[in-house]
């Protein structure tokens, strides 16, 4: 089924942002396949870095991961000084669309957004269990780790984290299955 552009996100819902991070749109679309004229719901996100989708039973997560990225500190600079900047950590923002279908009709709703810190391995190495949703990351101090994220109203909250997985290896894959994580890691010795 082809359905037009237009159809997807009418030009009075697109946000222009002023200069800054975003580069892209993503658009999370419901629709009804079954339907000669599809019908179509739809919400926007604006992102603006490495962009994976992870699907549950009845939502889609985008996670937009943002490099560490240079900040002017909070703190006043003597003057005369060049500009001084500081290295901020890698973020990833999360957005989570419930896909339902309300009187027949497909349903695309924004639920909660939130974030965490590091970015994430991959659109595999993720997982929905119980209102749970548990994500592998590589974090710049700890190697890698598994943040887990839960909807509270709005707001998608870490609730708990383990750092320090595989922090001197090479992580090639994981996955997550019911309530465990699996990992395949790799350790490179120089032989001299």
């Known amino acids: 089924v082809v359905t037009s552009?237009?159809?997807?996100?009418?030009?009075t819902a697109i946000d222009i942002p002023a200069q800054s991070l975003i580069e892209q749109?993503?658009?999370?679309?419901?629709i009804d396949l079954a339907e000669s004229e599809p019908a179509v719901s739809s919400v926007g996100l604006l992102t603006s870095g490495q962009t994976e989708v992870f699907a549950s039973g009845s939502s889609v997560y985008v996670f937009d991961g943002h490099a560490g990225m240079l900040a002017a500190p909070e703190m006043p600079v003597i003057a005369d000084?060049?500009?001084?900047?500081?290295?901020?950590?890698?973020?990833?923002?999360?957005?989570?669309?419930?896909?339902?279908?309300?009187?027949?009709e497909p349903a695309a709703s924004l639920r909660a957004v939130g974030q965490f810190e590091g970015t994430l391995l991959n659109r595999f190495a993720v997982g929905e269990q119980d209102g749970f949703l548990r994500a592998v990351v590589q974090q710049r101090a700890d190697g890698h780790g598994v943040v887990v994220l839960e909807t509270q109203g709005d707001t998608l909250a870490v609730v708990g984290s383990l750092g320090g997985i595989a922090a001197d290896e090479q992580l090639y894959a994981?996955?997550?299955?019911?309530?465990?994580?699996?990992f395949v890691t790799f350790r490179f010795t120089d032989p001299l």
Not at 25 to 30: E, K, M, N
Not at 81 to 104: C, F, L, N, S
């Open 5 to 11: 552009v237009e159809d997807l996100v009418a030009a």
């Open 25 to 30: 749109l993503t658009t999370v679309a419901a």
């Open 81 to 104: 000084w060049p500009a001084m900047a500081i290295w901020m950590p890698p973020v990833t923002e999360v957005a989570r669309v419930d896909m339902a279908a309300v009187g027949g």
């Open 174 to 182: 994981a996955r997550i299955v019911d309530d465990r994580a699996y």
